[in-house]
């Protein structure tokens, strides 16, 4: 690991000037994902801003109903508490499936949505990798690609975004509060908030410079029944080959995002209304650019096995 300085930052304005000033610095609450790549070199951050202490941690109702979750809510808070388990169950089964008990109590909301791929070649420092060092290629292609992404991949980048959260928060409309380095704030789209990776794909969110994310808001709770299935190696402590999270209505109509098969969460509106007519019509739009490699071409058949046993749940 580098050498590197460290401060507690006061205030959350504070923060973002110092990131917006120092393009060598990094915000670290939970550290679940950067201290590991800090460690390996991947990440070489000069200057750590903790913003443990910015009281970002409530999680609290709108005035319309809706949920607003602060950006240093660990994830074990969020998956236990009340109102998500009650409203939002989609969202707190996805946290129940990622990581172990022990990354949930550090992890935090901001930090699950800003965590970066597990590609092997990214991890793997002799490999060349476009995301870690851009222009330099992609291993992935022609190399290992069981895990890899089967639809909005590119020819610089075929890795997977990793977290279990935000393939909930996608499936509902979750949006993203920011403040930026001139002090304004900004709401995202979680649907715009990740970037598909073209040629850049060490860019992996729309967030500018400095830009730090405060709390990320749910809508109203939406009703029927909330499912998030993932399918994995091994029973736990595994990242996802992929995954379904739905919200199915009695008529059967629903939303559905899926992980593991993108660059960033999955979801095709469009493929929400043949839901009701069953899985393989709702595959057959969700991945209907898909582009597998002869390794991962399973992922196609197990996306529409997987939401066919979702269906099923849902209707009893």
Known sequence: MRAFTYERASSVEAAVQTAAGNREAKFIAGGTNLLDLMKLEIETPTHLIDVNGLGLDAIETTADGGLRIGAMVRNTDLASHEIVRRDYGLLSRA????????????ATTAGNLLQRTRCPYFYDTNHPCNKRQPGSGCSAIGGFSRLHAVVGASDACIATHPSDMAIAMRALDAVVETVKADGSRNAVPIATFHRLPGQTPQIETVLDQGEFITAVVLPQPLGGKHIYRKVRDRASYAFALISVAAVIQPDGKGRVAVGGVAHKPWRVEAAEAELPKGARATATI???DARPTEQNRFKVDLVERTLGAVIAEARG
């Open 95 to 106: 946290l129940l499936a990622g990581a172990s008990g022990q990354l949930r109590n550090k």
């Open 286 to 288: 969700l991945l209907a």
